[in-house]
């Protein structure tokens, strides 16, 4: 049993360092259709939805372990959290359990739940398969898959791809009926998922082939891809995230936050996946999806064996509904990254530039430039708080004696010359900018600082400014 056990396990691990290698060998994405081009499309610096540069910050989700009478209230916490995306898997024997009975109804009302969605003004990212993994019972497949003669899965078999282009014929309308150029939310699609043997744009045989033929007929136009993008704990890893061969934006369809096996929050999870995505966002990462933001229920048998009822995942928004301290780490660098999505979109790394801008060598320097303006990141891998002097040549009376208090493993965000309007440029923000907010003729500037540490900002504006301090009847 022991010999058994042993055997078992190498396999898996070796499954999983083969996916890694694939998984790393391709992050391509098929380009938009002519028809779709308007709506939602990409360079190689970003993507670009409805005409604007737009930073993809997606929760994952899945409407299979949520109530249909939830789905409002979730998608609602999600979008409070500066979310402008979701995605889902659309999970075989969730909708076909019984072979040719389909069931697109109730809590398995996949319209329904992307019509709210769309509602809520969010894009979708949907994983068709038909393979999905996700710790759910037999990776999405259905059990009477078993029986049939013949049949072998995640290949060019003739009787499995028979089955899957009948779910598929019951599965697609519903997605591509909902896609962006035709007044939905959907902005992506995946085919299949972590297949060992293509990811991204590579398609190693007449599997695949057949996947995309079936997908193009039944009329998808939005971008796609295989299998998925940049799966990992820490998608970033050593930062080297551009690629001039790569012709689309850098995007990971799973960033694990935080796992399958831990209910509730955990101490350092906060700190540990902030970090984590700030490193995606200060290395020229052009979106992510968190797997999970809201992990949810297993209903009936629907867990695998390594899960029971619950799928809480100790993320952000727990199995309750209730909200974790890393659901405001997630607030934070959402809102963050889609204020600054039209440098983050458009950006080339200028780190080299800005190199010497920390008078503390602790203090290690990255940085994006675009026509929009630039994003220099403080990054203090360390475990004690650092206060550095910065080196700013000409602005010398603006940093006079002041530092920059950068803590323990964050990476703080300085703003240069971004035009606000065309009245007003931001100079220089030194103070952590959280987000910015325009609405008609206003712009707010929202700020973090800590008590007693001065915020310092520098406008440059075309006209005379006036300043005022204070709100109602304390406004000077």
Known sequence: MRIRYTILTFILLLTAFTSALSQGSNDYIFPT??????????????FIVQGKRTFIVSAGLEYSRIPHELWYDRLMRIKRAGFNCIEIYTIWNFHEEQEGKFNFSGDRDLGKFLDIVKQLGLYAIVRVGPYYCAEWDNGGYPIWLKFKKGLRVREDNKPFEQYVDRFFDHLLPVVFQRQINKGGAVILVQLENEHPNGWGTVMP?????????????????VPYFFSGLHHASDPAGDGKL???????????????????SQYGAKPGDAELYDRRTWKIIAHGGNGYNYYMAHGGSNFGYTNNDEDAASYD??????????????????????????????VLENSTNASEIYKGIAADTAVKISARTSPAGDLIFLDNPGASKVSTLLNIKGDEGLLAGKKISVQPKEIYPLVHNYKLNDEVTLDWALTRVFAIVKQVNTTTIIVDAEAGDQLLLRFNTKEKASVSIGFGKNRQ
């Open 242 to 260: 551009d690629d001039d061969k790569r012709p689309n934006p850098w995007f990971s369809t799973e960033f694990w936050t935080v796992w399958y």
């Open 205 to 221: 045989d007449g599997y695949f082939k057949h996947l995309q033929a079936k997908a193009l007929d039944m009329g998808m136009q």
């Open 313 to 342: 995942y100790g993320t952000g928004i727990g199995q309750a509904g209730d909200l974790r301290p890393i659901y405001y780490t997630f607030k934070r660098a959402s809102w963050f990254s889609r204020s600054f999505q039209d």
């Open 33 to 46: 259709t002519a028809v779709a081009k308007p709506y939602i499309d990409f360079d190689s610096k970003g």
